[in-house]
């Protein structure tokens, strides 16, 4: 069982930096790739970055490639998404998920566990 709770989101202006993190539970997390998603209104719920267990291996939406980075600490139990140069279209509810598999991570179906999901709310 893998609990997750993510942080840090908020409001800011187009242009803008905001960090999130996702706080694990459980002595496995370094067991389990990480995925960040959001999902907007009215909107189909998007993958937006991976990280492998080991954090070795990465891979990111085509829309934030070169402004998001994403990292883990698995000593620390907690996965960061850096999001710079912030978007209008970055808006939405960001959830970060756990996965067991080391394929298809850009699929929800991939995924075990999720978090609650945080609010980004970038302004033009």
């Known amino acids: 069982q893998v609990q997750l709770v993510e942080s840090g989101g908020g409001l800011v202006q187009a242009g803008g930096s905001l960090t999130l993190s996702c706080a694990a539970s459980?002595?496995?997390?370094?067991?389990?790739?990480m995925g960040w998603f959001r999902q907007a209104p009215g909107k189909e719920r998007e993958f937006v970055a991976y990280?492998?267990?080991?954090?070795?291996?990465?891979s990111y939406a085509n829309s934030v490639k070169g402004r998001f980075t994403v990292s883990r600490d698995n000593a620390k139990f907690t996965v960061t998404l850096q999001m710079n140069s912030l978007k209008p279209d970055d808006t939405a509810v960001y959830y970060c998920?756990?996965?067991?598999?080391?394929?298809?991570?850009?699929?929800?179906?991939?995924?075990?566990?999720w978090g609650q999901g945080t609010q980004v709310t970038v302004s033009s």
């Open positions: 998920a756990a996965t067991p598999v080391q394929w298809g991570w850009n699929l929800r179906t991939r995924y075990d566990y």
């Open positions: 459980g002595r496995i997390f370094g067991d389990y790739g």
């Open positions: 990280i492998s267990q080991s954090g070795a291996g990465t």
